[in-house]
Structure formats: structure tokens, C-alpha cells
């Protein structure tokens, strides 16, 4: 004989409570399921994405009148002119604009990347040797002190950084980098048209390019020091027992294993270098036109020229096309570095095997 169903309450007579079904078992399931995290995690793969594609999309939208103005000669000419800004404006091929108005972006695209590559030539190696040093030699307690100084080094703002460029890197550099360099460098047979003309007064290429080092010295050296102390103990313990010296265990061992993490700060400091823009306009010249023929001559880059200029373009419609246009070459050079770097890191990842001595 069957047993009456129990009340809430211990009672007997009446039938079980049953959960109702519908939408807050679905619900339910669904958050038990992980559903929130996949969904934020969808979220934040497919925001960036569209941000990039709107902002692209936004900037070759404004630039459309400047590139039917310009054309190719945007990219290989050497003229920036914003034209006569008090006398009448002028209509060609059905576009108003002002009387000698010039677009021309030779020399900021060829200052962006000179800038850049002299910024990586000093900051990569001793970026890498001053990871190295703090994590394989430098007592626990003293490699704390200077890890942290990096850090901090990483969050000084690029106008304190710019202001020391230019009221004491720069004289440094006239004074006594640059007559060294012009006279030691600018002396070999085919380097003297770029090393060995007059040095300046501490604005332009030089300068630049060591300022973007200042900044891009604590993000790969930070990035690096944390990579190497991922380093298991085993290889490097073998390299040691197989002969190897210090310098041949983190050539061949130690930095092959961590090749791949490196060359993404790389990039991570060449985008900070790339898009630096107050820094570099305080030192560099802001010299519209002229190409970086001299290593210590003065010049531009696209986002000096940005952060120079702006104000003066913003009663022109077509000037402000003309910088819409410019903001599109900066990116896809960031695009196309981002590209090169991915494909670089696919081609060196993988793990070192210690060798020994003459294997």
C-alpha cells in the first residue's frame, strides 16, 4: 500500500512540491553551465575588432577628400603645405580648398620608422642585458630595488620624459654624442652623408630616437625579466654541467627559450615608439618636409606632425582630411609591424635544448 505524500510542514495528505520548469530552470542551467563567462569572453573578442573596424572605418570615411586631392603623391612627396589660410579659397575638381595647399608624407612616414629603428637598436640589447643581469646576477633583495625602478620607469608620463629630452638629453647630445659619432662614424667612406654632416643643435633624429629608447627600455626589459624567470632550472642547470659559459647558457639556452615571449615586447615597445607623439614633438624639430637625411639634423614624425599642427588644420575641412589620411598610414604601419611580429613568433617558438661545447 502506497505511503501519503508528506506536507512542507511534516504533515501527510498532500503531494510533493515540484520546482517549476520554464525559464528560471533554463537560466538556471545556463549560468551553472558557464554561460556568463563565455559570453564576457565573446564580448572581449568581439569588441576590439569592432572598435578597430568603426575607427577604420571613421578615418577613411574623413580622409576621402584628401585622397582624391592628393592621390600616390601622398605617399611620395615631400611638400606639407597648408596653403594661404587669409586668402580666397579655390575649387579644384569640385573641391574647395585653400591656394597652395600640399599634402605630402615622405618625410613623416620615413622619420616615424627611423625614429623607431634607432629607439630598438639601443633598447634591445640593453633592455635584455639588464633583464639578465637582474635575474642571474643581481642579489634577491638589490633585484627587487631595480625591478621596481623599472617599473616605475614604465609610468613616467612621455611630457616629463619629453621635457628631459629637451632641456638636458638634448645639450648632452650636441655637445658630446654627437661630435664623437660624427667624427669617429661620419669619417668611413659611404656613411658620411648621414653620420658625418653638421650635429646640431640636440633636436632631431638623434634625440628622438634615444628619448623613444628611454621609454621603450622598461617595457622589454620587464617583459623579459618575467619571461626569464620562467626559465625551468634543469636546462640551464645542464648547460652549466655541459661546460657552457654564462654568455654561451643565455645564448643558447635562456633566450632561445624565451625567444617568443621577447619579440612580443619587442612589439609591444615598437607600437609604444611608432605612436608617441608629445615626446618626440618637444625634441625632435617638427621640420615639415624634410626628409631624415642627417642623424642629427631636425625632422618629423606623423604622430609629432599630429599633435603639432592640429590646431591650425582645424578650420580646414581638407586639412583635417589630410590628417585623417595621415592617422591611416600610422596605422597600417602598426597593422602591418603586428603582422610580421606574429608570423616572427610563430617561426622562433619552441623550447632550447641545451648543447654543449663543441656538439
Known amino acids: 500500500m502506497a505511503l501519503p505524500a508528506l506536507r512542507r510542514g511534516g504533515g501527510a495528505g498532500t503531494r510533493p512540491l515540484r520546482r517549476p520548469a520554464g525559464s528560471a530552470s533554463s537560466a538556471g542551467r545556463w549560468v551553472r553551465g558557464g554561460g556568463p563567462i563565455r559570453a564576457i569572453g565573446l564580448g572581449g573578442a568581439v569588441v576590439p575588432g569592432l572598435v578597430l573596424i568603426g575607427l577604420t572605418a571613421e578615418l577613411i570615411i574623413k580622409a576621402i577628400p584628401a585622397i582624391g586631392y592628393s592621390g600616390l603623391h601622398f605617399l611620395t612627396s615631400s611638400t606639407w603645405n597648408f596653403g594661404a589660410q587669409y586668402a580666397t579659397p579655390v575649387r579644384t575638381n569640385g573641391l574647395l580648398h585653400m591656394q597652395g595647399e600640399a599634402f605630402g608624407a615622405l618625410p613623416q612616414i620615413l622619420g616615424t620608422l627611423a625614429t623607431s629603428a634607432i629607439a630598438l637598436v639601443i633598447a634591445i640589447p640593453v633592455a635584455i642585458g639588464a633583464a639578465l643581469l637582474i635575474v642571474e646576477r643581481l642579489p634577491r633583495r638589490l633585484a627587487g630595488i631595480a625591478g621596481t625602478f623599472l617599473e616605475l620607469l614604465a609610468g613616467v608620463p612621455s611630457a616629463l620624459v619629453g621635457l628631459w629630452g629637451a632641456v638636458t638629453l638634448g645639450p648632452v647630445v650636441a655637445r658630446h654624442v654627437s661630435p664623437l659619432i660624427a667624427h669617429t662614424v661620419g669619417r668611413i667612406p659611404g656613411l658620411t652623408g648621414f653620420f ?12 628622438s630616437g634615444l628619448v623613444l629608447a628611454v621609454m621603450v627600455i622598461p617595457i622589454i626589459a620587464s617583459t623579459s625579466r618575467e619571461l626569464i624567470r620562467g626559465v625551468p632550472v634543469l636546462p640551464s642547470e645542464g648547460a652549466v654541467a655541459l661546460g657552457m659559459s654564462d654568455f654561451e647558457r643565455a645564448r643558447k639556452v635562456t633566450l632561445p627559450w624565451i625567444a617568443s615571449g621577447v619579440v612580443g615586447a619587442i612589439v609591444l615597445g615598437l607600437g609604444r615608439a611608432l605612436g608617441e607623439t608629445i615626446a618626440v614633438a618637444m625634441v625632435c624639430g617638427v621640420a615639415l618636409g624634410t626628409l631624415p637625411t642627417n642623424l642629427y639634423g631636425a625632422m618629423v614624425t606623423i604622430a609629432a606632425n599630429l599633435v603639432q599642427n592640429l590646431e591650425t588644420a582645424i578650420t580646414d575641412p581638407l586639412d583635417i582630411s589630410a590628417f585623417a589620411e595621415l592617422a591611416l ?11 610580421a611580429a606574429t608570423l616572427l613568433v610563430r617561426r622562433v617558438s619552441g623550447t ?6 663543441g656538439l
Not at 196 to 207: A, I, R
Not at 352 to 357: E, K, L, S, Y
Open 352 to 357: 632550447a635544448i641545451p648543447v654543449g661545447r
Open 196 to 207: 658625418g654632416q653638421s650635429t646640431g643643435y640636440g633636436q632631431g633624429l638623434l634625440t
Open 329 to 339: 598610414v600610422l596605422m597600417a604601419i602598426t597593422l602591418l609591424t603586428n603582422v
